[in-house]
């Protein structure tokens, strides 16, 4: 059973904010390995979701049809400089994205650095200059068929799709960008975890090396 690291240890580590980036197919399993470790490290979770482009210039149909699982569809620009800042300590405001509406809203919601900060999403581990930033760097991978029932699930509980628009849009896109874009990082991962794996175990390996790079 993996193990959380003590509040003493976290106070004791360098000003400088700890980033662990998790990255991987749509629904393999980065959101809840994050809930994990944000629990052990009494850190925070930052989706780089939130940096979804703003098509709210688009009719709504056309916006839904816009290919979200290109590293493109993200402004990725933005996401590196405000994790540069949330590295050195400094207060953000991060954007808040509409799912529903494909559109980025007018709000913003403040993030004062924690000791660690976890990053997730797709592309986590695809731009050089994000993968700079991170102090561990986390890979987690599930087949496609685990991932598409996950997927499923999730965006219709979570983002009001229907089980058909969900199955349309991963053949489409979701499973070839993932092949092109996303698999292909696992080559820059310091610790691999497997989406149907324990989680505990998973946690270990991660927690092993976080330990290691704060030396």
């Not at 998790?22 to 470790?37: N, R």
């Not at 800042?85 to 403040?110: C, I, M, N």
């Not at 979701?174 to 610790?191: E, G, I, N, Q």
């Not at 270990?204 to 030396?215: A, D, P, Y």
Request: glycine share 6%.
């Amino acid at each position: 059973m993996w193990e959380s690291v003590s509040r003493a240890t976290m106070v004791g580590m360098a000003a400088r904010v700890h980033l662990i980036g998790i990255a991987g197919p749509s629904g393999a399993g980065k959101s809840f390995l994050a809930k994990h470790l944000k629990a052990a490290l009494h850190g925070d979770v930052l989706a780089i979701d939130r940096y979804y482009r703003d098509l709210s210039h688009l009719p709504l149909e056309e916006r839904a049809q816009a290919n979200f699982d290109a590293p493109d569809a993200l402004e990725h620009v933005l996401l590196v400089e405000q994790l540069a800042r949330l590295r050195k300590g400094e207060t953000v405001p991060l954007p808040v994205y509409d799912f529903g509406a494909h559109a980025r809203s007018r709000k913003t919601e403040t993030l004062q650095p924690a000791k660690v900060l976890i990053v997730e999403g797709l592309f986590t581990l695809y731009w050089p200059s994000l993968r700079e930033l991170l102090d561990t760097k986390v890979f987690v991978d599930l087949n496609e068929e685990a991932c598409l029932a996950r997927r499923r699930a999730r965006d219709v509980r979570e983002r009001g799709r229907t089980p058909e628009s969900v199955l349309q849009q991963y053949q489409a896109t979701v499973a070839p960008m993932a092949k092109l874009f996303v698999r292909p990082t696992l080559v820059h991962a310091d610790v691999v975890v497997l989406g149907d794996e324990r989680v505990e175990d998973g946690m270990k390996r991660v927690l092993e090396h976080f330990r290691g790079s704060m030396g």
